[in-house]
Every structure is written in C-alpha cells, then in structure tokens.
Nanobody
C-alpha cells in the first residue's frame, strides 16, 4: 500500500510559521493534483489548499494570504508554507496526491498553535 511521507508539523506560538512537506514515491507518475487537508478535534476534515501539476492553486478562505502551497514535480513533493499561524489552525494536517488511477494520503502531521 502506497503511503505518502509527511513532515514538518509541531508546536508554534500564534503568529509563527511552519512548513509542511509531503513526498510520494518516485514510482508514482502522473500526479495531477496535490493538496493539503486538515481535521481539528470534533470537526470534519476540510480542504486547506490544492495545486495542479501546472501550478494552479486554490485556497480555503480561512488561510488565504497566510498559507502558500507549492510542489516540486521532479521530487513528487508538495509543500505548505504556513505563516501568521492562529490557534484555530490547530489540527492534524493530511496531504493528498492524485493521479488518474487514484489518490494517496499521508499519515497526518499534528500542528498545534498556542495563543
């Protein structure tokens, strides 16, 4: 079973920054959309940001202007730069990478923002 490898989560004070990364095996080709999702305790998983292989991006309104998604197609890696973090950003963050054949999820990484 293919699993993506996430890193970069942690504990940070409000106003701080973190950078998440998510790598898919190089054996997977044709990744057309990569994205980050998050799930806070007691809430449903929600979309944070997506990016296509061509570089088109989409963000949740709550993170616009603070988060930036990017990807390195040669490394099958997607990143999420999170600036000006707020306590309400606290959640487990999951990456997802999709091909025409299906999608793959990361194991999740905890981001905790203290006030």
């Amino acid at each position: 079973q293919v699993q993506l490898v996430e890193s970069g989560g942690g504990l940070v004070q409000a106003g701080g920054s973190l950078r998440l990364s998510c790598a898919a095996p190089l054996s997977i080709s044709g990744i057309n959309v990569s994205g980050w999702y998050r799930q806070a305790p007691g809430k449903q998983r929600e979309l944070v940001a997506t990016i296509t292989s061509g570089g088109s991006t989409n963000y949740a309104d709550s993170v616009k202007g603070r988060f930036t998604i990017s990807r390195d197609n040669a490394k099958n890696t997607v990143y999420l730069q999170m600036n000006n973090l707020k306590p309400e950003d606290t959640a487990v963050y999951y990456c997802n990478q999709r091909t025409v054949g299906g999608g793959y999820w990361g194991q999740g990484t905890q981001v905790t923002v203290s006030s």
